[in-house]
């Protein structure tokens, strides 16, 4: 005796994971801006380490001109390090969870440190809103 599936209980099983999809798939999917920004904030925390490490080494923050580069290489532009690790203080300098450069300026022993968000703009709302590593 061969024993199968119905087409009427093949087609009730398809419309629960119908169903079933239609009421998850949303909440999996709106929460993928929500995980881009926490792996900014995590991001903008380690460059933050690494920074504050490369202060302790070279005595100041890196300058401008000198961006998060010299956190990977030693600088090769004024004012030289008066330490520095060998070994550098990131394996490298990520991207953020869009693509784009994370942005860095410093000045008189202080930084600015942000991702410019979705759109890769300064300024802007919701997820296209700049996150500031200041803020948190």
């Not at 920074?51 to 005595?59: K, P, Q």
């Not at 532009?77 to 990520?94: F, M, S, T």
Request: glycine fraction near 10%.
């Amino acid at each position: 005796m061969r024993r199968g599936f119905t087409l009427l209980e093949v087609m009730v099983v398809m419309f629960i994971l119908g169903l079933l999809a239609t009421l998850v798939a949303p909440r999996i999917v709106g929460r993928t801006n929500d995980a881009q920004r926490i792996k900014a904030v995590a991001d903008l925390k380690g460059i933050e380490q690494a920074l504050n490490l490369y202060r302790l080494d070279a005595g100041d923050y890196p300058t401008t001109a000198q961006g998060l580069d010299a956190l990977v290489h030693r600088p090769q532009q004024p004012p030289a390090p008066r330490a520095w690790n060998p070994h550098g203080y990131l394996e490298r300098v990520p991207l953020d969870p869009w693509g784009h450069a994370y942005v860095y300026t410093a000045d008189a022993g202080n930084y600015r440190l942000e991702s410019l968000g979705a759109d890769g703009v300064e300024g802007g709302e919701g997820q296209f809103a700049d996150i500031d590593s200041k803020d948190f």
